[in-house]
T-cell receptor
Framework: QQQVKQSPQSLIVQKGGISIINCAYE??????FPWYQQFPGKGPALLIA?????SEKKEGRFTISFNKSAKQFSLHIMDSQPGDSATYFC????????????FGTGTRLLVSP | ETGVTQTPRHLVMGMTNKKSLKCEQH?????MYWYKQSAKKPLELMFV???????ENNSVPSRFSPECPNSSHLFLHLHTLQPEDSALYLC????????????FGDGTRLSIL
């Protein structure tokens, strides 16, 4: 129940295309859904996050779509650029006295020039 | 310095060695975390310290021993490790109560010979 399932494992998108990464969860206690971006040799960096009281959040080229009834959320990267090539992790969190996050297995995105 | 700083960046050690990983956060946060990142697996939460008190030990073997002397510093003491402990060890911090983002360091790449 505390797992987050992420797909696809890897993704190749042409420059200018749309990258879509999907995540699903089971635990309805989750109340925070961040996406992290990780470049080789670096730690994960927060990209964008959403709370379950909204269905969509957009920041620049990055959009989270959230479907509470389906227990699914996705990351859309519009106008994908080679600099977006990285590994993306979804996560789901809840507060148990501290902020606890459960992570997906990651999606390796390659944006071809 | 800003953010979360981890040292060393790389560590190679034999199974009988004792070493320590260090993490320092400059964000004024009150919670700090140790995660283990292995290939093709979700980030695994190891330990959580909230207001310097350990609040979570995620069934981590006793050969890993955390220490949190204050809200800005976190250590992971290593002793008699196994080859399967080779991984990237990430430190993170957050401001509790959440929900909110966890900020990660760039990790220590640990290799056990």
């Amino acid at each position: 129940q505390q797992q987050v399932k992420q797909s696809p494992q890897s993704l190749i998108v042409q420059k200018g295309g749309i990258s879509i990464i999907n995540c699903a969860y089971e635990n309805t206690a989750f109340d925070y859904f961040p996406w992290y971006q990780q470049f080789p040799g670096k730690g994960p960096a927060l990209l964008i996050a959403i709370r379950p009281d909204v269905s969509e959040k957009k920041e620049g080229r990055f959009t989270i779509s959230f479907n509470k009834s389906a227990k699914q959320f996705s990351l859309h990267i519009m106008d994908s650029q080679p600099g977006d090539s990285a590994t993306y992790f979804c996560a789901a969190g809840w507060n148990t006295g501290f902020q606890k996050l459960v992570f997906g297995t990651g999606t390796r995105l390659l944006v071809s020039p | 310095e800003t953010g979360v700083t981890q040292t060393p960046r790389h560590l190679v050690m034999g199974m009988t060695n004792k070493k320590s990983l260090k993490c320092e956060q400059h964000l004024g946060h009150n919670a700090m975390y140790w995660y283990k990142q292995s290939a093709k697996k979700p980030l695994e939460l190891m330990f959580v310290y909230n207001f310097k008190e350990q609040t979570e030990n995620n069934s981590v073997p006793s050969r890993f021993s955390p220490e949190c002397p204050n809200s800005s510093h976190l250590f992971l003491h290593l002793h008699t490790l196994q080859p399967e402990d080779s991984a990237l060890y990430l430190c993170a911090s957050s401001q509790d109560p959440g929900p909110g983002p966890q900020h990660f360091g760039d990790g220590t790449r640990l290799s056990i010979l």
